[in-house]
């Protein structure tokens, strides 16, 4: 038949071209077919999955990034490969390329990390659908809200363990609040004090690469040994903007993402936190005084520099209680603001333990609180 290519033909073209841009619609009727991967385990999915080493994936990540394979197709290939080693068919069958796209947050269009990406697509391959989102909401959540690169990204490099030498040194962390490839790369830029096109920014994104498929390897290994939790909660902001933008009233969001990345113009309930002191060392969320308390309590923290502040209270399981400073723009100094006990719709809360989370830059840090009975 003349739309029929050899398996042959078709794993030396994918290595050059898009599969769709090889083979077309009919192209994809033969996958589905069997006819291009007749001998193989593809028919059957999810795909077979076996443990893979983190610290293998994470080097081979990192080392794919700088090798023609970018964030998207790097992470992919790094999970791939050992695949292919651990597992063979059917994941011998598949070439990285396929994901050449996601590079940049899609062709260089900012928009999903390529890294988070990648990750997901393999991860869509050798989990069931129900499971596999579950897995990815878990792997972007974490993204969204870990400091990367990670402690361990910056041990590898200067320990010397990456394939790759570009950058060696510690770089800067920082908390990208998105899986957008645009605001990652942007907050970062801000933070570190460095342009798109400078080599630290350049290997950020290969450790990052590197994390991001290490941490899938963890959540991968974890579901598959039964071990896996989901462990993810929307941020306050997204909590906080859901309130009115969500369901309940306006109904025009759809989002798990921070909002204040792009939509910085978002304000608090509460005024801006008095400034009590002037120049302080560095960035700083001081216990809050008096604790225990009734009704209300004071909480102090401090800003080096001209930044953004998230400060916001939880309960003793984790869910958003009251949004105190909403990624507010504060000048260095330290300042207080009051919690009255009260949560978003002003009403009193029960008492108990509480706590008072502060983000700003790449710093976080949380203190717990005592709210007596009355």
């Known amino acids: 038949?003349?739309?029929?290519?050899?398996?042959?033909?078709?794993?030396?073209?994918?290595?050059?071209?898009?599969?769709?841009?090889?083979?077309?619609?009919?192209?994809?009727?033969?996958?589905?077919?069997?006819?291009?991967?007749?001998?193989?385990k593809a028919s059957t999915w999810p795909w077979p999955y076996l443990p893979l080493d983190k610290d293998t994936v994470r080097v081979r990540a990192h080392y794919l990034y700088y090798n023609g394979m970018a964030c998207c197709s790097g992470v992919f290939g790094a999970l791939l490969d050992s695949l292919k080693t651990v597992v063979g068919d059917p994941y011998t069958n598949l070439p990285s390329e396929i994901m050449y796209y996601g590079g940049g947050g899609g062709v260089?269009?900012?928009?999903?990390?390529?890294?988070?990406?990648?990750?997901?697509?393999?991860?869509?391959?050798?989990?069931?659908?129900?499971?596999?989102?579950?897995?990815?909401?878990?792997?972007?959540?974490?993204?969204?809200?870990?400091?990367?690169?990670?402690?361990?990204?910056?041990?590898?490099a200067v320990q010397g363990k990456y394939s790759v030498h570009n950058y060696d040194d510690k770089l800067v962390p920082s908390i990208s609040g998105s899986p957008l490839c645009h605001p990652s790369v942007s907050q970062w830029c801000v933070v570190a004090n460095k342009k798109v096109g400078d080599t630290e920014r350049k290997e950020r994104c290969a450790r990052l690469a590197g994390d991001v498929a290490a941490k899938a390897v963890e959540l991968l290994n974890a579901f598959y040994n039964k071990q896996f939790q989901f462990t993810y909660v929307s941020p306050a902001d997204v909590q906080a903007c859901g309130a009115c933008h969500g369901a309940a009233l306006m109904n025009n969001v759809m989002t798990q993402m921070s909002c204040t990345p792009c939509h910085s113009t978002v304000h608090s309930d509460v005024s801006s936190a008095e400034q009590i002191h002037q120049q302080p060392k560095g960035y700083d969320l001081f216990q809050n005084y008096p604790n225990p308390f009734n009704p209300s309590t004071n909480i102090n923290f401090s800003v080096p520099k001209s930044d953004k502040v998230m400060l916001a209270v939880y309960n003793i399981q984790g869910a958003l209680v009251r949004t105190l400073i909403d990624h507010e723009n504060y000048d260095s100094g330290t300042y207080k603001v009051s919690w009255d006990g009260r949560d978003q719709l002003g009403q009193k809360v029960s008492s108990g333990i509480y706590f008072a989370r502060m983000q700003s830059g790449g710093f976080i840090k949380t203190v717990k609180m005592n709210l007596l009975k009355e």
């Open 1 to 40: 038949m003349a739309n029929e290519i050899t398996r042959k033909d078709f794993l030396t073209s994918s290595s050059k071209y898009a599969v769709g841009a090889v083979i077309g619609a009919a192209g994809l009727d033969l996958l589905a077919g069997g006819k291009i991967l007749a001998n193989s």
């Open 108 to 156: 260089s269009w900012g928009t999903i990390c390529g890294a988070l990406n990648g990750a997901a697509a393999l991860i869509s391959l050798c989990v069931d659908k129900a499971n596999a989102n579950k897995i990815i909401n878990e792997l972007w959540g974490w993204y969204c809200q870990a400091q990367l690169p990670t402690d361990e990204a910056n041990d590898f």
